[in-house]
C-alpha cells in the first residue's frame, strides 16, 4: 500500500485542526481524540489516497461528534459547535481549527513561566493584579510577560491569519 | 501584524494542555491499533519478510493459472434457426441450425483470425493479407485471406464448397505437423467441392450435390448450362416443393438472388418458353 506517507502526512498536518474542530462540539478531550482517530481509520480503509482527504476527514468527525452527541440526548437544536462565548456554526469551527492549532503549537512553544501567565489571564480570566497577587511578580512583570506571549502568538499565527484573511471562503480540498 | 481574535484566543487557552493533541503520539496510536486490529494490513507499516514471501508465492500461482489457462474463447452456440453474426474483424458468419463457431476472445482480429465450427457455416470472409482467416472443423482444416465459401462438418467427415475466390483446405495439423501449408491440402477457386473423409489426410474433390450448396445462407442461385432436371431439383430441395415440367432436354445458363420461389419459376419460364408445374 502505497499510502502510508499520505496518511502520516495528514495526522502531521490535520490531527491537531481536527481535534480542535471536534473540541467545538464535545468539550471531551479523550472523546476528541477517539473520534478523530476513527476519522482517519474509516479514511485509511477507504483506500482513497489522494481524493479530498481533508474534506472526507471533517465531514466524518462532523458526523461522528453529531452521533455522540444524539447519543447523549442532545435536541437538534443542540447540536451546533460552540466556543468559549457560546455556539457558532460548524463553518466557522472548521475556519477556525486550523489557526487554532496554530495558536496551540505556539503556547506549547512559550517558556512555561510566562505560559502559565498567559494562561491565568486567558483561561482564567484574571486580573494582571490577580495575577501579580498570585504568583508574587510585579503587575508590571506580569504585563510585560503576558504582551511577550501574545506577541509570540501573533507572530505564529500572522501567516495563518494572513491566508484566512485573503481566502475566507477557501474551499477544504 | 493581526490582533487574534479574544474568543478564539480564550478557547486554546481553556483547553490546552501539554501533550495533547499532538500528532506524533496519536500517529504511534494510529499504527499500533490498526497493526492490532486487521494482521492482514500490517505489511503497510513494515511488512515481515514472511510476508513478502508469500505474496510472492501467490504472485507466482496466479501468474501460472494465468499463463496456462485456457484461452477464453467466444462461443456461438447452436440455435434452431440460421442465424449470421458479424465476427470482431468483419467477417460474416452464417450458421445453419445447429452449427456452433467458437474463437478466442482477446486477439481475434489482430494475433489471428482462428475460428473453430461444428456443423455447417457458410463464411464471408473480411480480406486480410496480412493476417489469414483460419477455420478448424472437425479433421478438416481452411485456410483464406478474404472469400466466400461455405464448410460443412457431419459424421462423414468435412466438405467445403467455394462461391467466390481461393480457398486452401488440408487435413487440420496434428502430431508433429504443427502448420499448414499449401501442398498438404488442395486449392479450391469458385463452383469447387472437396471433402476429407475421416481419416484421410488430404481432401478429395468431388461434386457437390447441387450447383448452389451455399444457397440456403445467399439465397442466391447460378447456373451455367445446367441441365434444367438438375436446376428443378436444386430449387425442389431447397424450397421443400415439388417441382415438374416435360422440358427435360433443356439446360439453364443464369442468376437468380431472392427468397421468392414463384418469382425465380416465373424467371426460368420467361427465358426458356417452358411451363413448370409447383406442387
Given at each position: 500500500m502505497g499510502q502510508n506517507p499520505d496518511i502520516r502526512e495528514l495526522f502531521r498536518f490535520h490531527y491537531r485542526p481536527l481535534c480542535l474542530y471536534a473540541l467545538h462540539y464535545l468539550k471531551d478531550a479523550d472523546a476528541v481524540e477517539d473520534v478523530v482517530q476513527e476519522a482517519f481509520t474509516a479514511w485509511w480503509q477507504k483506500?482513497?489516497?489522494?481524493?479530498n482527504a481533508r474534506a472526507y476527514l471533517y465531514a466524518i468527525v462532523r458526523n461522528r461528534c453529531i452521533d455522540i452527541l444524539r447519543r447523549q440526548g442532545r435536541q437538534a437544536e443542540q447540536l451546533l459547535p460552540e466556543d468559549a462565548a457560546g455556539a457558532i456554526s460548524d463553518e466557522e469551527a472548521m475556519g477556525r481549527s486550523a489557526l487554532e492549532a496554530r495558536l496551540w503549537e505556539a503556547v506549547d512553544r512559550l517558556p512555561a513561566r510566562r505560559r502559565e501567565l498567559l494562561l491565568m489571564s486567558?483561561?482564567?480570566?484574571?486580573s494582571y493584579e490577580q495575577i501579580a497577587e498570585a504568583t508574587g511578580l510585579s503587575v508590571n512583570t506580569v504585563r510585560n510577560q503576558i504582551s511577550r506571549a501574545l506577541q509570540s502568538l501573533r507572530n505564529s499565527a500572522d501567516s495563518i491569519l494572513d491566508f484566512i484573511l485573503l481566502f475566507p471562503t477557501l474551499p477544504l480540498a | 501584524m493581526k490582533e487574534i481574535q479574544e474568543d478564539i484566543l480564550r478557547f486554546v487557552a481553556q483547553n490546552?494542555?501539554?501533550?495533547?493533541?499532538g500528532p506524533k503520539q496519536a500517529w504511534r496510536r494510529f499504527r499500533a491499533t490498526e497493526e492490532a486490529a486487521e494482521p492482514a494490513r500490517r505489511p503497510a507499516f513494515g511488512r515481515p519478510v514472511w510476508g513478502y514471501a508469500l505474496v510472492c508465492a501467490l504472485a507466482a500461482l496466479v501468474l501460472g493459472l494465468f499463463l496456462f489457462r485456457p484461452a477464453p474463447r467466444t462461443v456461438i452456440p447452436a440455435a434452431a434457426d440460421i442465424r449470421t453474426v458479424v465476427l470482431p474483424e468483419g467477417t460474416h458468419a452464417t450458421l445453419a441450425p445447429g452449427a456452433t463457431l467458437s474463437f478466442r476472445?482477446?486477439?481475434?482480429?489482430?494475433r489471428d483470425r482462428d475460428v473453430t465450427q461444428t456443423g455447417k457455416v457458410y463464411y464471408s470472409v473480411e480480406r486480410n493479407e496480412s493476417l489469414p482467416f483460419e477455420i478448424t472443423a472437425s479433421e478438416g482444416f481452411v485456410r483464406v485471406l478474404g472469400t466466400r465459401f461455405q464448410v460443412e462438418t457431419d459424421s462423414l467427415g468435412t466438405a467445403v464448397d467455394v462461391v467466390d475466390g481461393r480457398v486452401l483446405f488440408a487435413a487440420a495439423p496434428s502430431g508433429a505437423r504443427k502448420s499448414v501449408r499449401e501442398e498438404d491440402g488442395v486449392i479450391l477457386t469458385r463452383g469447387m467441392h472437396a471433402e476429407l473423409a475421416p481419416g484421410v489426410t488430404v481432401p478429395a474433390l468431388s461434386e457437390a450435390e447441387?450447383?448452389?450448396?451455399a444457397a440456403w445462407a445467399t439465397h442466391f442461385f447460378r447456373y451455367e448450362n445446367t441441365p434444367l432436371e438438375e436446376v428443378l431439383h436444386e430449387l425442389s430441395s431447397h424450397f421443400g416443393r415439388t417441382l415438374r415440367t416435360d422440358a427435360h432436354d433443356r439446360r439453364l445458363t443464369g442468376e437468380f438472388e431472392g427468397e421468392e420461389l414463384d418469382e425465380i419459376v416465373s424467371l426460368i419460364e420467361s427465358a426458356l418458353d417452358i411451363h413448370i408445374v409447383i406442387d
Open positions: 483506500g482513497d489516497v489522494a481524493d486567558k483561561r482564567d480570566g484574571l | 490546552w494542555k501539554a501533550g495533547r493533541f476472445r482477446h486477439g481475434f482480429g489482430r447441387h450447383a448452389n450448396p
